[in-house]
């Protein structure tokens, strides 16, 4: 008796819920996602086998480039008006609604307070390159460093953590000028950014 070929069926597997579902993963993902602000200038953290982590939120960022400039960032925008406020208050210059804007869309904070007005003034894409050349003055003779944190911790609160970000190539006494004047106002608590390293054999 001859053998009967059984003809192959093609297998047919409806994808759509795999699509669906590959879709809302995929927004669920974009929306829950914290963005990196923007940095002024490019900064390669030292590595470290810590891993603790620094809080998303209620963070001042004090980065330090290759030079010692000195660049703020705070992730709150409410916060960072009102400490803009408080910083014109102090070296006695008015911000008008439209620099104020532009101060919080300028992602740090890096310009002396008596160029802060002209700067607010430039389109964002020029601010871009100005404040690479400028950064906070925290010389002994005219720390705006040490008046910005303060009133980023009036502000902010006693939950308002500080984190320091530096080159690893940065001199360490630009590093530890920072430090000392933060030591200075009894801020005793902050965090340095690394870059996690693998742990060593043996520890």
């Known amino acids: 008796m001859g053998k009967t070929k059984v003809k192959k069926q093609s297998?047919?597997?409806?994808?759509?819920?795999?699509?669906?579902?590959?879709?809302?993963l995929l927004t669920f993902f974009m929306l829950t996602a914290t963005f990196l602000p923007k940095e002024p200038v490019q900064v390669l953290?030292?590595?470290s086998v810590s891993e603790r982590k620094i809080s998303e939120y209620n963070v001042l960022t004090i980065l330090i480039d290759t030079q010692g400039?000195?660049?703020?960032?705070?992730?709150?925008n409410?916060?960072?008006?009102?400490?803009?406020q408080l910083m014109g208050q102090d070296y006695g210059v008015t911000f008008n609604p439209k620099q104020v804007q532009s101060?919080?869309?300028?992602?740090?904070?890096?310009?002396?307070?008596?160029?802060m007005s002209a700067f607010l003034d430039l389109p964002l894409s020029s601010q871009d390159e100005e404040i690479k050349k400028m950064g906070v003055p925290a010389d002994s003779t005219n720390n705006q460093l040490a008046r910005w944190v303060k009133h980023a911790r009036e502000v902010g609160g006693d939950n308002l953590q500080i984190a320091i970000k530096s080159d690893q190539t940065t001199p360490y006494p630009e590093v530890d000028k920072v430090m000392k004047i933060l030591v200075a106002m009894k801020e005793?608590?902050?965090?340095?950014v690394t870059t996690l390293k693998r742990t060593p054999?043996?520890?």
């Not at 047919?12 to 795999?18: L, R, V, Y």
């Open 45 to 47: 953290t030292p590595a």
């Open 11 to 24: 297998t047919f597997i409806d994808m759509t819920a795999m699509s669906d579902v590959t879709v809302l």
């Open 69 to 76: 400039k000195i660049f703020l960032n705070l992730d709150d």
């Open 201 to 203: 054999e043996g520890l």
């Open 188 to 192: 005793n608590r902050y965090s340095l």
């Open 103 to 115: 101060f919080v869309e300028q992602t740090h904070i890096g310009v002396p307070m008596n160029r």
């Open 78 to 84: 409410n916060a960072k008006k009102s400490v803009l």
